[in-house]
């Protein structure tokens, strides 16, 4: 069975720029959430959606937006890229919204 | 107080050796606790899940809940060099709103 996927696996971004990053569940999974990652740390939480409405955020600006589609794959969008937006951007998928999640790849963007 | 807690390591253990990793979390109503394995320059992965007090065993993986002291830990028997990773604690509850708060991970070595 596929996992989660992520795309793109990398991306260099210059400061002020937006970025799209894409995700898709496991298949029968309703849930996705996101993290970011810094090195060092570990996941912050982002955004959850289930059923495609946003169940959760976290301490992250309004730069800072998702949605999820009706197949159950999610978009993250960044708005106005800082440098301190460079981390490992993760999704995880989950049956319900309270189960075991379930790591992507991950998106590892560089902002310049 | 962070919300969960490690230490951060590393934690050096030779090979067919036992490693303990623990983990304490702030607060009290938390619901589900997860142990991911995440190797350098990739994503977590799912070892461990536990939800009721006392001992969950999986392989060499054993996870130990204990609400009443706030505490998780895991287990590794037969430490393994593949076994060489950052060890993540997550928790989550509805205070949390469902999402998984993560702590920092603990570093683990495996010494042949």
């Known amino acids: 069975d596929a996992g989660v996927t992520q795309s793109p696996t990398h991306l260099i971004k210059t400061r002020g720029q937006h970025v799209t990053l894409r995700c898709s569940p496991i298949s029968g999974h309703k849930s996705v959430s996101w993290y970011q990652q810094v090195l060092g740390q570990g996941p912050q939480f982002i955004f959850q959606y289930y059923e495609k409405e946003e169940r959760g955020r976290g301490n992250f600006p309004d730069r800072f937006s998702a949605r999820q589609f009706p197949n159950y794959s999610s978009e993250l969008n960044v708005n106005a890229l800082l440098l301190g937006d460079s981390a490992l951007y993760l999704c995880?998928?989950?049956?319900?919204?309270?189960?075991?999640?379930?790591f992507g790849p991950g998106t590892r963007l560089t902002v310049t | 107080q962070k919300e969960v807690e490690q230490n951060s390591g590393p934690l050096s253990v030779p090979e067919g050796a036992i490693a303990s990793l623990n983990c304490t979390y702030s607060?009290?109503?938390?619901?589900?606790f997860f142990w991911y394995r995440q190797y350098s320059g990739k994503s977590p992965e799912l070892i461990m899940s536990?939800?009721?007090?006392g001992d969950k065993e999986d392989g060499r993986f054993t996870a130990q809940l204990n609400k009443a002291s706030q505490y998780v830990s895991l287990l590794i028997r037969d430490s393994q060099p593949s076994d060489s990773a950052t060890y993540l604690c997550a928790v989550e509850s509805e205070e949390y709103g469902n999402k998984l708060v993560f702590g920092a991970g603990t570093i683990l070595r495996v010494k042949s």
């Open positions: 607060d009290r109503v938390s619901q589900s």
């Open positions: 995880a998928s989950s049956f319900g919204r309270v189960s075991e999640q379930y």
């Open positions: 536990i939800y009721s007090n």
